[in-house]
């Protein structure tokens, strides 16, 4: 039954971890992304784009764009500590309850 357990919080820390690494190397993506849903004059000012004869647009506001992306960094980053936090707990489940000869009354 521990290997069990084992396997399933492991395989839940190894997939946490991926998908935090997976937004964060895909942030600029995720950033183009949410400013399309939101339309690109609103998000970085209308001055701050230029619309091509093709089609396309260029965006030449790059601190709004890394404040666009800092959303993503951030969930990346709880994803990475919430992996090592997951079996950080699952290696010290003793520290959370208190020693055996504890006389807290979670211990009784």
Do not use: C, H, K, Y
């Amino acid at each position: 039954m521990r290997i069990l357990l084992a396997a399933f919080v492991l395989g839940q820390a190894a997939l946490l971890m991926a998908t935090g690494l997976a937004t964060f190397w895909w942030s600029q993506e995720l950033m183009g992304w949410l400013i399309w849903m939101i339309g690109e004059e609103r998000a970085l000012g209308a001055q701050n784009v230029i619309r091509l004869p093709e089609g396309g647009a260029l965006l030449t506001n790059p601190g709004a764009m890394i404040f666009w992306t800092t959303p993503f960094w951030a969930f990346g980053l709880l994803q990475i500590t919430a992996a090592f936090t997951l079996v950080g707990l699952w290696l010290r489940p003793s520290s959370l309850r208190g020693s055996a000869g504890d006389s807290s009354p979670a211990a009784r």
